[in-house]
């Protein structure tokens, strides 16, 4: 990776840049982990979008670096407000076209297209470069803001919300990736969490508060067209300093400048050939088709089940996709492997590191998604919080995650190490699981008081910080630069989709959505199958036939006086019912207890030195 270890950097002439007439042609300038010692004959071919970015290692000066990190933070800031205040207005919106229950046939399509957006980020960014891909992402993010302002009727919002979804996503991974090219693993732990907890922190309060005035004083509208003119402007100065930097490059003949150097080829080559290599190998067209199309199939009929359709299991239909996309998904492997000359993901990138920190978070959020999706119903039925106190109870935890991963940041820089802070974060996520399943239900005629439910919120969140902010460290530092965004993108394949953390959290910090779908699914059958028995055993005889109105609605449940005989069989009901899916959520913890040992044990410290000293002689 870079040798910078923060954005602050010693001055440069930019006469300096031709130290990378030779350098940035090479692989041995991307050793950034454990390939870092490797030869330049077993790594990956440099892509133009990645030449770029060691470029920028070389060309920051102390001003430029600081002003584009000020301008990242500042962006990410507001996009964050923007989507909270979203959040806050949306039931408005729908409300206003009348069509609130298409909405979640809409939001199946928008998560879907956060998590294919994913790949194509990624391998854009490593063929086109950072700079470009900021600039996709913020049209595209401005771009929705547009739709939803001047959004006429639900396909026209819904729209918008695909374009959003893009944008989005890959605004918060070309930032990681970003960050990543321009720091030391030393530091990168810190800055890359930096952006996230100074802006969360402030928006998870304050955003919601953004959107009321919205609404109290220019309507829904305003609240999205504010967006459209602040989120642009503010991403200028780091998207005109990279470009700037670049220039100054190319001018000097150091970064590829057309498109046959940009698809690697001869510039005497006929234009379609240009294309077809561009699009053919450099992209590896044919390898995202088969990728996009493969999670498309398996993930609409997931997304179509859910909590509260898990009987469509049995529809043929819904088979008939989910092995198709199987299929499909097992060929784009057997491509990538056997015949894409620039693939997606290379074998050198499938090690032990990579695929352990990926399928913890398929664990940890299928546990978390499992447990939380009927948590807050529990919380205002059975533990008789106000939606407020429910709330408030639910962002104990991305509080604490945002917190600790800076506390955990800084522990890396002067540890040195990795590995350590990753191995603390599983035993701690199922002690505050654990901890739920006596408290939901802690005995008849009792129940746990916020501060329990919050001090167990906490420390899963402090978990998941240790193992979060370790682990995205260690598969960038397990990978060379040419894969750093794709293996970036695998870890955080779903963290803008699937069930919300609060309102934010898991947009940035969650695991895959096909195990936040298959969790859903798997909770919706254990609660369909246990609550409405439940509620028919302890109701009292006379008041057996209000189960099912009891089931569908919460409103229904708190309606009845507390400590009536009604009310008390509500209560131990939900209890009965939240305790199970906490004890499973508790089981699915224990696998990562085990997949946490094959993470590799990495010294930031000797990485971040052979880096500087590959880099040096480049010089």
């Not at 902010?469 to 394949?493: D, I, W």
């Amino acid at each position: 990776m870079a040798a910078k270890s923060s954005p602050p950097a010693p001055e440069r002439s930019p006469t300096e840049l031709e130290v990378l007439n030779e350098g940035s042609n090479h692989a041995e300038g991307s050793q950034c982990g454990e390939s870092a010692s490797k030869s330049a004959d077993t790594q990956p071919e440099l892509q133009a979008g990645v030449q770029k970015a060691m470029m920028l290692q070389k060309a920051w000066t102390r001003s430029s670096l600081a002003i584009a990190f000020a301008s990242l933070f500042i962006t990410t800031l507001a996009i964050t407000f923007s989507d909270y205040s979203g959040m806050l207005v949306e039931p408005f919106v729908t409300s206003s076209f009348k069509k609130h229950s298409a909405m979640s046939a809409a939001h199946v399509l928008v998560n879907i297209t956060r998590i294919i957006a994913y790949p194509v980020v990624a391998k854009l960014s490593d063929v086109f470069g950072r700079a470009e891909m900021f600039a996709f992402s913020i049209f595209f993010q401005t771009l929705s803001y547009i739709l939803y302002a001047t959004s006429q009727n639900i396909s026209s919002y819904f729209t918008a919300g695909l374009f959003d979804a893009i944008g989005s996503t890959g605004f918060g991974l070309t930032q990681q990736v970003f960050i990543a090219d321009s720091t030391n693993l030393i530091n990168r732990a810190i800055w890359s969490t930096l952006p996230e907890t100074i802006t969360t922190l402030p928006a998870l309060y304050l955003g919601s508060m953004i959107g009321e005035s919205f609404l109290n004083h220019t309507g829904w509208r305003w609240s999205f067209g504010t967006w459209a003119i602040v989120v642009p402007v503010l991403s200028i100065p780091l998207i005109w300093i990279i470009i700037i930097l670049q220039r100054r490059a190319r001018q000097q003949g150091l970064l590829p400048s057309t498109l046959s150097a940009v698809a690697g080829c001869a510039p005497n080559e006929p234009k379609w050939k240009r294309w077809w290599l561009l699009l053919w190998t450099e992209m590896d067209l044919p390898g995202l088709l088969l990728l996009v199309t493969g999670l498309s199939l398996v993930l609409i009929p997931l997304s179509l089940t859910g909590s509260l359709n898990p009987s469509r299991w049995t529809e043929a239909s819904f088979i008939a996709m989910i092995i198709t996309g199987a299929l499909i998904f097992v060929s784009f492997i057997v491509w990538d492997v056997k015949f894409a000359k620039k693939p997606y993901i290379s074998a050198h990138m499938a090690n032990r590191t990579v695929i352990s920190a990926c399928l913890i978070q398929v664990f940890d959020f299928m546990e978390y998604s499992l447990f939380t999706i009927f948590f807050s119903s529990y919380l205002q039925v059975a533990g008789h919080y106000s939606p407020a106190h429910a709330t408030r109870i639910d962002n104990s935890l991305p509080v604490a995650f945002q917190v600790s991963g800076l506390l955990v940041a800084v522990g890396m820089k002067y540890s040195k190490r990795s590995r350590v802070w990753a191995l603390m974060g599983p035993p701690l996520v199922i002690l505050g699981q654990g901890l739920m399943i006596h408290l939901v239900n802690p005995g008849q005629g009792k129940r746990s008081s916020e501060a329990a439910f919050v001090a167990a919120k906490v420390i899963s969140g402090i978990g998941r910080a240790l193992f979060q902010t370790a682990a995205q460290v260690s598969v960038q530092a397990a990978v060379s630069q040419q894969e750093v965004a794709v293996a970036t993108s695998l870890f955080q394949a779903g963290n803008s989709v699937g069930a919300t953390i609060g309102v934010r959290y898991v947009s940035f910090q969650s695991g895959f959505y096909f195990a936040n779908r298959l969790s859903r699914s798997v909770s919706g059958a254990i609660w369909r199958n246990t609550l409405p028995n439940k509620l028919l055993e302890y109701l009292p005889e006379q008041d057996k036939s209000k189960a099912m109105g009891i089931f569908q609605s919460i409103v229904a449940a708190r309606k009845y006086e507390i400590g009536t005989p009604v009310r008390l069989a509500i209560d131990r009901s939900f209890r009965e019912s939240q305790m199970i899916l906490a004890i499973v959520a508790t089981a699915l913890c224990v696998p990562n207890l085990i997949i946490m040992w094959f993470i590799k044990s990495i010294g930031l410290e000797e990485l971040s030195e052979e880096a500087d000293a590959s880099q040096t002689n480049d010089k």
